[in-house]
């Protein structure tokens, strides 16, 4: 089976709508890894001041 692809001006391939979501969900679950990650970090960082008994609050 042959697909019609289509390119812009810019030389850059126009999306279907299946791959536009698709990228969007890949883009979400990297942002969410992302602040998974800054959350973790932040509790790391609370838990060492306390340590040192610097209330992190």
Same mark, same amino acid.
């Given at each position: 089976? $042959?697909? &019609?692809?289509?390119?812009?001006? =810019?030389? $850059? &391939? &126009? &999306?279907?709508?299946?791959? /536009? *979501?698709?990228?969007?969900? /890949?883009?979400?679950? /990297?942002?969410?890894?992302?602040?998974? %990650?800054?959350? %973790?970090?932040?509790?790391?960082?609370? *838990?060492?001041?306390?340590?040192? =008994?610097? $209330?992190?609050?």
């Amino acid at each position: 089976m $042959n697909w &019609l692809r289509w390119w812009d001006d =810019g030389g $850059n &391939l &126009l &999306l279907w709508s299946s791959e /536009q *979501a698709e990228q969007e969900r /890949q883009r979400a679950d /990297q942002e969410r890894q992302r602040a998974d %990650q800054e959350r %973790q970090r932040a509790e790391r960082l609370a *838990a060492k001041l306390r340590e040192l =008994g610097v $209330n992190p609050d």
